[in-house]
């Protein structure tokens, strides 16, 4: 737990530099247009999906998942500073694609790794701890962003470049530290391997297909922040106040992740995660409707009680729902689906503001999102909060 917790901080300082910044990148310095930089966004999201199914189905057919969650950081950390270089979007593209693929590549093994190593009683807590120190260390990325813009008028290429030297940590407490007990494989496929395949997703049962589809609608209108990072550039005077914005929410996100898990651990995962859902609503339409500077602040804020409340939260349900051996799968296509919607998302995003203005694409993310709270109301009885002392 905490060797994964360091990776993720060194990580996510390294990529966190440039998550607030890189859409105005495209848009102000490459002349990128809107409806395809939220196209860029949803490809990059989903392409992530579609290699996290992959990834998490090989993790359980895996005795060591080390070299998966290597290759993945490896991959990320090596495109990131390229960014620098890009002169038009296309090749900008390919490497946030390439970028991506090593998120995938790295997320649902880490998830399950993280999920067997734990008890339990304390897994809410322990995914709670991962995301704390992945947002501890995307709070300090905006930080170092805000000053290198400051030292040097504005320049975004410097901001990219500047990237290499946490990620070359990240990498190298990875490739070091991080160490993964053998564990059992499940016995090999027969010769019916299809009809294998639809007994193993229909194994994974009726309560995380529920789940999972939930989210999903969920993420249908969790548009990528790259919007909400567009929007706060167009309420703030300085170019440097957008990350320190973005420090702020992960601040908020960082302190309250671990005391949001351990909540989930003692009451429950889904009051906690109806609390996020809800969250996330209001704050969309409160974005729909901002016309000051500090209402960017506020929201945030809010913003991040809906992250610190839901990510972690929602991978130790399924964690619960599902027995060890069919972790990595199952957090594959749960990953992988709500990856997926970002491609939809970002696309009706990006064409309501350019045809209605932001306030259209926050307000039909809001709406989603109290459609989705009000089907995990709805789903109470078949969505127990916490199974894992049966499952274990």
């Known amino acids: 737990m905490y060797v994964l917790g360091l990776v993720s901080l060194f990580t996510d300082i390294s990529s966190e530099m440039i998550v607030p910044v890189r859409i105005l990148f495209l848009v102000t310095v490459l002349g990128t247009p809107i409806t395809i930089a939220g196209l860029i966004e949803g490809i990059a999201e989903s392409t992530a999906s579609l290699v996290k199914v992959w990834a998490g189905r090989r993790a359980d057919r895996m005795a060591n998942r080390k070299p998966l969650i290597v290759a993945g950081y490896g991959i990320s950390n090596a495109v990131k500073p390229l960014l620098a270089l890009a002169g038009s979007w296309p090749p900008a593209l390919g490497l946030i694609f390439v970028d991506r693929v090593g998120k995938g590549v790295r997320g649902s093994p880490r998830d399950a790794l993280l999920a067997d190593s734990t008890a339990p009683a304390y897994r809410g807590k322990a995914f709670g701890f991962h995301r704390s120190m992945d947002t501890l260390g995307a709070a300090i990325g905006p930080l170092i962003t805000t000053a290198i813009l400051a030292l040097s008028s504005d320049n975004l290429r410097a901001v990219f470049a500047w990237t290499a030297m946490p990620a070359l940590l990240g990498v190298g407490v990875v490739v070091f ?31 995380f297909w529920i789940f999972t589809g939930i989210a999903t609608v969920f993420a249908l209108g969790n548009s990528s922040d790259a919007f909400i990072f567009l929007r706060t550039a167009g309420l703030e005077d300085s170019l440097a106040a957008v990350p320190l914005v973005y420090f702020g929410f992960n601040l908020v996100y960082a302190l309250l992740a671990t005391p949001l898990g351990v909540l989930s651990d003692r009451w429950g995962r889904l009051p906690v995660l109806l609390t996020g859902y809800l969250a996330f609503a209001g704050v969309y339409l409160g974005w729909a409707n901002a016309t000051a500077s500090w209402h960017a602040w506020a929201l945030f804020a809010v913003y991040g009680i809906y992250a610190a409340a839901t990510e972690g939260v929602s991978k130790a349900l399924v964690s619960d729902l599902i027995a060890k051996g069919q972790r990595g799968t199952a957090l594959g296509w749960f990953n992988g689906l709500i990856g997926l919607a970002a491609l939809p998302a970002n696309l009706v995003s990006g064409w309501l503001w350019s045809q209605f203005g932001p306030g259209a694409a926050f307000q039909v993310g809001a709406g989603l999102g109290c459609a989705a709270a009000g089907l995990l109301l709805m789903s109470l009885p078949w969505l127990p909060g916490r199974q894992a002392e049966k499952i274990g």
């Not at 530290?177 to 193993?200: I, N």
């Open 177 to 207: 530290l991080l160490h993964d007990e053998r564990h059992s494989l499940p016995a090999p496929p027969s010769s019916a391997a299809p009809a294998l395949s639809r007994v193993g997703l229909a194994a994974l049962g009726r309560p």
